[in-house]
């Protein structure tokens, strides 16, 4: 995910890749940052990081994140501003582990490698209008924003961080109809991706609801509704509906126990 930033950053203008400075403390992962941004400088450890940028996002997995909190807490000043995009770490928790308000997080999701992405951003309650705008045009590089609290990141998670998974296994299983109806596999991964791409286009574009599209398409004793038939008979909705929910269910569970704000605890 930090690559994909990255890219999208620059290629929005947004910075020089000479101004972009990683912390990757692996060589073998540092040398390919190395190769894909020649100009950014590559560093081994977070202090030197925190020397160099006032803004730090924290592109790393959560339990990646709970294990290194201690050592990039000894370097946050209130000059920097700090995004984090691990699942499931509330606000709360992480303005109490850097003893920091001026912090955002966000859910991204993968498309973001394509440009793509749809991300959720929360504010804590340090942010200044300036660092808002500032975070908003990153990750409007690399798809489209939207701003939540931040208890409902878990329900963005369930919809968008997870959904992209959601959205390859039905062009999966779109596919694998097609080579069961009797095209062959490259045929029908064509159509169904291209099907999945231009539904969703079709959604953005016109500004319907999904179900005023879907009706324009389904005719009276049809092939769509023979197929939208049996979809219900499966449950696809309902199962859809279930998924999310057990995503933004889990989501919660990894956020644990809720942290007091460190500061609202002083006043």
């Known amino acids: 995910m930090a690559t994909a930033i990255a890219r999208g950053v620059i290629q929005a203008g947004l910075i020089e890749a000479s101004s972009l400075v990683f912390t990757e403390p692996n060589a073998s992962q540092a040398d390919k940052l190395k190769e894909l941004f020649p100009e950014a400088v590559v560093l081994s450890s977070s202090s030197e990081l925190f020397d160099r940028c006032h803004r730090v996002i924290l ?7 709970e294990s290194i909190r201690s050592s990039i807490a000894t370097h946050v000043q209130p000059h920097h501003l700090i995004v984090s995009i691990a699942a499931g770490i509330p606000l709360s928790k992480l303005s109490h582990w850097f003893r920091t308000e001026r912090i955002a997080r966000v859910m991204p999701n993968t498309p973001c490698q394509a440009l793509q992405g749809a991300c959720g951003i929360a504010f804590g309650h340090g942010m200044t209008e300036e660092d808002k705008g500032w975070c908003d045009r990153v990750f409007r590089a690399v798809g489209r924003v939207v701003h939540v609290t931040d208890d409902q ?3 963005v998670t369930g919809v968008s961080g997870s959904g992209p998974a959601y ?4 062009i999966e299983a779109l596919s694998d109809g097609g080579v069961a109806a009797g095209l062959s596999r490259d045929v029908a991964l064509q159509l169904a991706t291209q099907t999945v791409l231009g539904a ?3 959604v953005q574009s016109t500004g319907l609801h999904p179900a005023v599209l879907r009706e324009q398409v389904t005719s009276p004793a049809g092939t769509t509704i ?3 038939k049996m979809l219900e008979k499966g449950a696809f909705r ?3 509906m279930d998924a999310v929910q057990a995503a933004a269910e889990r989501s919660r569970e990894l956020a644990g126990p809720d942290t007091p704000n460190p500061i609202a605890g002083l006043r």
Not at 167 to 170: F, I, K, N, Y
């Open 226 to 228: 023979a197929a939208l």
């Open 238 to 240: 309902s199962t859809v």
């Open 167 to 170: 959205v390859l296994l039905m």
């Open 200 to 202: 969703a286009a079709m």
């Open 59 to 65: 592109a790393v997995k959560p339990q990646v994140l």
């Open 153 to 155: 990141l878990h329900a």
